[in-house]
C-alpha cells in the first residue's frame, strides 16, 4: 500500500495486532510491520510511530513496552501517540519539539504508578540526514548499499555493554541469561536518552530501527545481508520470516527468543 504524507502520522499499538504496511514516506521506501510474541497469548507491548513533519522531515520510532511488567502495552502506546500529536502541530523546530514531548512521556509514564516502562528507538530525519536518539535495547542502524554501517546503537544494558566492550561475542550476548535485562527505560527518574550526532546520507542508504526481537533472534551480518539484499517492501517482509523461523525453531548455536516484533525500513531514494 502506498500512501502520501497527508495520511500520517501512522500509529502502531497493540490494537493493531499483526501489522505489515509498505509506505512512500518523504523522499523514500518504508516498510513498517509489528506483531505479537508467537505462541504466548498475550498483547503485542511493541508500537510504533511514523510522523511526517514538514516537508522533507520525519520521525520514525519504535518503542518496545517492558515485558513482564504492568503496564508495558500502555506504556509504549503512550509514547508513540505523544510522538503523533506532536507531529499535528509541526510551526516549531523538530529537534527542542523532540526533546520537550520525551521529558513529558517520560513523567507520563512515572505519573502511572505501576511501573510501567518502554524503551525507544528513534530517528529524526531531514532530506539532509538523520539524528538517532535511544532509550534501552532497541536499536537504530544505518547501512550503505555495501552493508557497512554508518550508524549503530550500543544497548543500553549489561549485555551490551559488555559486548561492545569486546568482553562476550555476539554468539555470547545471544545466549546470555541476562539479555533481557536494561539499564535505562523511558518511564524513570534516570532517563537518559542517547543522542546520535547530526549525520549526513546518501541514496540508497538503508535504515534499520527495530525491537530486540530482531535482533535477539539473528546475527547482525545476517539481518545486514538481508537490509542491503532488496527494496524493503521484500527485504522487510525477509527479515520477518527469518526472525519468526528463529523464535519457532531457533538454530544449533542460536537459541529462539519468542518476542514480541517491530521494525521500520527505510531507504532513500
Not at 510522538?83 to 521529558?103: A, F, R, V, Y
Request: no cysteine.
Amino acid at each position: 500500500m502506498a500512501v502520501d504524507s497527508q495520511e500520517f502520522p501512522l500509529i502502531v499499538t497493540e490494537a493493531d495486532g499483526r501489522s505489515s504496511t509498505h509506505l512512500v514516506f518523504q523522499g523514500g521506501d518504508l516498510f513498517l510491520h509489528s506483531a505479537p510474541a508467537p505462541g504466548k497469548g498475550r498483547p503485542n507491548e511493541d508500537s510504533a510511530a511514523v510522523v511526517a513533519w514538514g516537508g522533507t522531515q520525519g520521525v520514525l520510532a519504535v518503542a518496545d513496552g517492558l515485558g513482564g511488567q504492568p503496564g508495558a502495552n500502555q506504556a509504549s502506546g503512550l509514547l508513540v501517540r505523544a510522538l503523533g500529536e506532536m507531529g499535528q502541530t509541526p510551526g516549531n523546530e523538530l529537534g527542542p519539539t523532540l526533546e520537550l514531548t520525551l521529558d513529558e512521556v517520560n513523567r507520563s509514564i512515572m505519573d502511572l504508578g505501576v511501573g510501567a516502562g518502554t524503551t525507544l528507538a528513534l530517528v529524526e530525519f531531514s532530506a539532509g540526514g538523520l539524528r538517532s536518539h535511544h532509550v534501552g535495547d532497541s536499536i537504530v542502524t544505518l547501512v550503505d548499499r555495501d552493508g557497512l554501517a554508518k550508524l549503530h546503537t550500543i544497548p543500553h544494558s549489561p549485555v551490551g555493554y559488555a559486548r561492545e566492550a569486546g568482553v562476550l561475542t555476539e554468539l555470547e550476548a545471544l545466549r546470555h541469561p541476562d539479555l533481557h535485562v536494561i539499564s535505562n527505560m523511558v518511564g524513570s527518574k534516570s532517563m537518559r536518552v542517547e543522542r546520535s550526532n547530526f549525520l549526513p546520507w546518501e541514496p540508497g542508504d538503508t535504515l534499520l530501527v527495530a525491537s530486540d526481537g530482531l535482533t535477539d533472534n539473528m546475527l547482525t551480518e545476517e539481518w545486514v545481508e538481508i537490509l542491503v539484499s532488496a527494496e524493503p517492501r521484500l527485504a522487510g517482509p525477509a527479515l520477518v520470516a527469518l526472525a519468526e523461523e528463529r523464535m519457532a525453531e531457533g538454530t544449533d548455536t542460536i537459541p529462539g527468543k519468542p518476542d514480541d516484533l517491530t521494525l521500520i525500513l527505510y531507504r532513500r531514494n
